[in-house]
């Protein structure tokens, strides 16, 4: 990608990185990559291990990650056919970046959640002055 003189990417590396964090950055692509970090995983294992995530979005979620080239879905077959799913070794490359993530996260966690008190406590006496 290449980049503008200002440091902005150009017109062609935009959507590049868009479509790129647009698969990557959703909160059940993450979840799906940490939980498949150590060893591969059944689907109904990730759909237990995901609190909140429909079967529906999990089967999304894991076609758009094979798609991109990051799981890799293995058939067995037997009766009932067992599927799993593993990082390829692209996937693996955005381990460090997720840890990364997932360590500022840990970090910051309790300056992020007074930010938010402060937010919402002036938010609420807005609301007070103008009701």
């Avoid at 999990?58 to 593993?86: A, F, H, N, Q």
Wanted: hydrophobic content about 35%; some cysteine; aromatic content about 4%.
């Amino acid at each position: 990608m290449s980049v503008s003189h200002n440091g902005i990417p150009d017109r062609e590396g935009c959507p590049a990185v868009r479509e790129v964090l647009n698969r990557v950055g959703d909160k059940w692509s993450v979840l799906v990559v940490v939980l498949l970090r150590d060893r591969s995983k059944r689907f109904s294992e990730l759909r237990r291990a995901i609190e909140g995530i429909s079967q529906r979005m999990l089967t999304l979620t894991l076609r758009g990650l094979e798609r991109d080239g990051l799981v890799k879905r293995t058939v067995e077959p037997t009766i009932p056919p067992r599927v799993d799913y593993e990082l390829t070794a692209l996937g693996r490359t955005i381990l460090e970046p997720v840890r990364a993530l997932e360590e500022w996260a840990l970090d910051h966690r309790s300056a992020v959640q007074e930010a938010r008190r402060r937010y919402d406590e002036a938010q609420k006496r807005r609301i007070a002055e103008i009701g």
